[in-house]
């Protein structure tokens, strides 16, 4: 296999996120965002890590982005930090911030590399959870600002737009476990953020296709595809609601169907009681493309404790399967699966993957990390992609999580998802046997 198979116009790229790579999170006049927020306070996030220092990429962009090339791939999708351009959420804009992005994003143009730029991915501005975060309606306001703001400072130069990342990793990390930043919990909260977030998506879209020439404009999803543990009906009802929060809870509202689910109690009663979901008028919009990012399938049984979905998962270990360092399956034929899954609803111009990839326990040893495991994951999961492709699903691009070893989130620093290795100390980039790979298997 190699990326020729794909065929000529097949998008090649890797991504990074604003709050896990730049550091500098209250450098040039950058405001506090959730992250650095939750990092403070909360103590859930490994050896009390925080998004500082990253890679930082606010100051080694040049050399990160010359590294992308290095690999061979010919797309970078990056985010922007919100706070860094408007400290307060609103209001007064910092020009510091302004500047950084037109130097990342001339440094793409200059290196022959294609910006894919998204525009939510995880970094809110705390002063905006001061007022409820995504759970209150204000929110809305604000980040439409922002996203014209994005739009009409750099729409000239970046063509292609992503508006949210995983609004459903967010929404329930954040909203509802308590997990990730901000650290709220409840499925009130999870529900209105969820609505608008979804209301943010669509929205940003609109945005995008006004204000921008030529726009190419998508967002992202996370994806995976559910099993009932075993055939008993419990099982099987606890995997179609799994289904619905993980997979269709935010597409079909975006496709114009609405939210699904509503045969599901929680669901109706929800909505009902809460009225929560208003302007639902917006919650549909005409994408280019849909951004699948895919780690793992789920598989899960019946419980009646959980709050919700009444699921479990059944965790890989436990069923003696093949697994990375997070404990996610590696299973690619459902990698294959989920595409398939999307890629029927008729509503799907085309698909990219914007987020794939694998953590592994990286060691460093004689200045070399040969992490032959990520080598085999890629293998067989850019196959099951091959795969789908030639049975004709519509699908453009690939994007691999991720270029370097960065802030990962609640695992702070010790899980490694890079095809570069990063030594946090030195901040000194190490090419992964992976990236090697990477770099032969683009190799035209
Ligand atoms: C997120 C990334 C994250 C990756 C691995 C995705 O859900 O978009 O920011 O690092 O998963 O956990």
Redesign the pocket.
């Known amino acids: 296999m190699k990326a020729a198979d794909f065929g000529d116009d097949f998008v090649w790229g890797i991504a990074i996120?604003a709050a896990?790579n730049e550091g500098a999170a209250d450098l040039d006049g950058k405001g506090p965002s959730i992250w650095d927020a939750f990092a403070r306070r909360s103590g859930k996030i490994k050896r009390g890590a925080g998004p500082n220092p990253g890679c930082d990429f606010y100051h080694r962009y040049a050399e990160d982005i010359a590294l992308v090339k290095t690999l061979g791939f010919d797309t970078f999708r990056f985010s922007i930090s919100w706070p860094r351009l408007l400290p307060e959420g609103t209001g007064k804009i910092n020009e510091a911030g302004i500047n950084f992005y037109h130097r990342v994003i001339d440094c793409c143009l200059e290196n022959g590399l294609v910006p894919y730029v998204t525009l939510y991915?995880?970094d809110l501005p705390e002063a905006l959870e001061n007022e409820g975060g995504w759970a209150a309606y204000s929110v809305n306001g604000a980040f439409n600002t922002f996203v014209s703001l994005c739009a009409q400072t750099y729409g000239d130069k970046v063509k292609n737009w992503i508006i949210l990342?995983?609004p459903f990793?967010f929404t329930s990390l954040g909203y509802m476990l308590g997990i990730h930043a901000p650290g709220q919990t409840g499925v009130t909260s999870f529900f209105t953020a969820v609505h608008h977030a979804a209301i943010a998506q669509a929205d940003g879209g609109r945005i995008i296709r006004a204000e921008v020439q030529n726009a190419h404009i998508g967002t992202t999803f996370?994806c995976s595809q559910v099993f009932p543990h075993t055939d008993a009906d419990n099982d099987h009802l606890a995997a179609y609601r799994m289904d619905i929060l993980l997979n269709r809870m935010f597409v079909e509202p975006l496709l114009g169907m609405g939210y699904p689910g509503m045969d599901w109690e929680v669901m109706e009663k929800f909505a009902i009681s809460h009225s929560t979901w208003r302007h639902t008028e917006k919650l549909a919009f005409d994408f280019d493309f849909i951004g699948l990012?895919n780690?793992f399938p789920l598989t899960v049984k019946y419980n009646a404790f959980v709050p919700v979905v009444q699921a479990w998962e059944v965790k890989a270990k436990s069923r003696l399967k093949p697994h990375t360092a997070?404990g996610w399956e590696v299973n690619p034929d459902s990698f294959y699966a989920i595409i398939k899954q999307f890629a029927a609803y008729p509503g799907i111009p085309k698909l990219y993957i914007t987020?794939n990839?694998a953590?592994y326990a990286d060691k460093l040893k004689d200045g070399k990390v040969d992490d032959q495991e990520r080598i085999r994951y890629f293998e067989l999961y850019l196959g099951a992609l091959l795969k789908a492709k030639q049975e004709g699903l519509n699908i453009a691009g690939y994007m691999a999580?991720?270029l370097m070893d960065?802030f990962?989130?609640a695992e702070g620093y010790q899980t490694r998802?890079g095809l570069v290795y990063t030594d946090f100390k030195t901040q000194q980039r190490i090419i992964k046997s992976s990236g090697y790979w990477w770099q032969d298997f683009l190799r035209k």
């Open positions: 996120a896990q991915h995880w990342n995983e990793g996370s990012q780690y997070m987020e990839g953590a999580w991720t960065n990962e989130w998802f």
